[in-house]
Antibody, heavy 117, light 107 residues
Framework: QLQLRESGPGLVKPSETLSLTCSVS??????????WGWIRQSPGKGLEWIGS???????YYTPSLKSRVVISADTSKNQFSLELSSVTAADTAVYYC?????????WGRGALVTVSS | QSALTQPPSASGSPGQSVTISCTGI??????VSWYQQLPDKAPKLMIF???KRPSGVPDRFSGSKSGNTASLTVSGLQAEDEADYYC??????????FGGGTKLTVL
């Protein structure tokens, strides 16, 4: 059974970089025709797609965050990561990682990240 | 890419049917999915490919699409169906968009 788990600091200071890691178990990160993505949900708000990484390494980001986002992978650890730079209070959210092949079928539990000094 | 448009709320009595719409879908493909989110839980895939149900999802949940609008219908409403529902679609150029979400209340 595929499982994903987000990990990382729960508190980040304004202007700093938010970093989260998603650990994948029960499947290989290098599975063919699969993307691995990040989605966030601000308190009381809806879901926002942040970006995805294809198994070949290609990355794709939502236009509104593209200048601040990097998604990368460590295939040896079966993990992929999210970095969001120059964060503000508006980046406070629950961040989810998920597997995607034109639909998100497996999700992590989510990690709450608060941006505050 | 703009977010997809959903009604903010929907409601129905137990046993009734409710349909939630999602507009702004491309007519070029069928990459439409729906998610159920219970309070403080991760979203759960309910429908993919417009009208396909993952294993374990009750057949009370069904999806359809007409032109630029996709719909999720919940038949035989049950109290446990009360949740937030989100549509999602492929927007081209490897971009994914979500709808704003619909809060379904079982009266």
């Amino acid at each position: 059974q595929l499982q994903l788990r987000e990990s990382g600091p729960g508190l980040v200071k304004p202007s700093e970089t938010l970093s989260l890691t998603c650990s994948v178990s029960g499947d290989s990160f290098s599975s063919r025709n699969v993307y691995w993505g990040w989605i966030r949900q601000s308190p009381g708000k809806g879901l926002e797609w942040i970006g995805s990484m294809y198994y070949t390494g290609g990355t794709y980001y939502t236009p509104s965050l593209k200048s601040r986002v990097v998604i990368s992978a460590d295939t040896s650890k079966n993990q992929f990561s999210l970095e969001l730079s120059s964060v503000t209070a508006a980046d406070t959210a629950v961040y989810y990682c998920a597997r995607y092949h034109y639909y998100f079928d497996y999700w992590g539990r989510g990690a709450l990240v608060t941006v505050s000094s | 890419q703009s977010a997809l448009t959903q009604p903010p709320s929907a409601s129905g009595s137990p046993g009734q049917s409710v349909t939630i719409s999602c507009t702004g879908i491309s007519s070029d493909h069928n990459y439409v999915s729906w998610y159920q989110q219970l309070p403080d839980k991760a979203p759960k895939l309910m429908i993919f490919g417009v009208n396909k149900r993952p294993s374990g999802v009750p057949d009370r949940f069904s999806g359809s699409k007409s032109g630029n609008t996709a719909s999720l219908t919940v038949s035989g409403l049950q109290a446990e169906d009360e949740a937030d529902y989100y549509c999602s679609s492929y927007a081209g150029s490897n971009i994914v968009v979500f709808g704003g979400g619909t809060k379904l209340t079982v009266l």
